[in-house]
């Protein structure tokens, strides 16, 4: 029998938790930042003697060889924080220049004045923005529980964040990239879900072809097109769907908005970017697996497959 529980987002401030209770937080298990198996090899790391300046994590993955400047704040990201994560990135980039590295701003809120500076980023810069969201249940009881997730909302399009792969961050590889290729470089689980995604398009939605030739994500084309492309993610992948055109870089179409209400009950939020496909497949976001049959979203998904 299932319990439903009445529930509402708060901040952490609101359950009197602190910044360094974030931090605490993330170090105890750095996987629910949502980077993958990265360990935090140190904290509080200074960059500019006895003037302050303090690089909150930093995080490693040794099967990349590649290092996550991770900036850790509460509330709505501000302009101080976001540039010192650029700062202390630059930083460690030239202390290790041989590795990989990745600008990481950790927010409740990255949503208010500086969300299109945020979309933006990461079309010029290795940069990543991830939002924790805190929700309290409350049982019949009356009961309070507490739980925090974390979300990705921003990304470079050519890293993928789950997994082993090996040609992260762009470079090229000579390899022919199919199937077997993506279960020997991320995994078996998330080739599976994009085959039961392709299974349940085909039967619901339309005639599509499985593409797994793209660097970073697997894709569902309908002719040339890629109208559904999945990145990879630990509970499903990231997606982003074409739209009616009716948008602009800056402001988002009417359709946007109207799929952003129906989907805000089953608690996924979109996000409107022109980074990927030049402006063709502006609307973005991550799909857990759970999700993925859900009436609402396979109505987006016919309705989308009907606009490519």
């Not at 500076?117 to 010029?124: G, N, W």
């Not at 940069?127 to 909302?153: A, P």
Request: charged share 30%.
């Amino acid at each position: 029998m299932a319990i439903y529980l009445d529930n509402k987002l708060v901040s952490l401030r609101e359950m009197d938790h602190s910044e360094d209770w974030l931090h605490e937080w993330i170090v105890s298990k750095p996987e629910r930042l949502g980077l993958g198996q990265i360990d935090i090899i140190d904290q509080e790391v200074h960059h500019y003697k006895n003037k302050g300046g303090r690089l909150d994590l930093l995080g490693f993955n040794r099967g990349t060889n590649t290092y996550y400047e991770i900036e850790v704040m509460l509330g709505e990201c501000d302009s101080d924080h976001g540039f010192r994560t650029l700062d202390y990135w630059a930083r460690e980039r030239a202390k290790n220049p041989n590795s990989l590295h990745f600008a990481v701003l950790v927010a409740e809120n990255l949503q208010g004045r500086y969300k299109t500076l945020i979309e933006a980023l990461p079309q010029f810069l290795p940069f990543i923005g991830v939002e924790i969201r805190t929700m309290q249940l409350t049982t019949e009881s009356g009961e309070k529980i507490i739980t925090c997730k974390s979300e990705i909302i921003a990304q470079p399009d050519e890293l993928v964040l789950q997994g082993k792969i090996e040609n992260i961050a762009g470079t090229k590889s000579n390899i022919p990239r199919d199937e077997d290729w993506w279960r020997e470089k991320v995994d078996d689980k998330f080739v599976e879900t994009v085959k039961e995604m392709y299974d349940y398009c085909e039967k619901n939605v339309g005639t599509s072809r499985i593409d797994y030739t793209a660097n970073s994500y697997i894709s569902l084309k309908k002719g040339k097109r890629a109208w559904l492309p999945m990145w990879p993610r630990s509970d499903g992948f990231f997606i982003y769907l074409p739209d009616d055109g009716t948008g602009t870089l800056d402001e988002p179409s009417e359709r946007f908005r109207e799929w952003a209400n129906k989907l805000k009950p089953i608690g996924i939020e979109l996000s409107w970017s022109y980074k990927y496909n030049a402006g063709a497949n502006p609307i973005g976001f991550n799909l857990p697996r759970t999700k993925m049959k859900d009436k609402v979203i396979l109505e987006l998904l016919k309705e989308s497959y009907e606009l490519t």
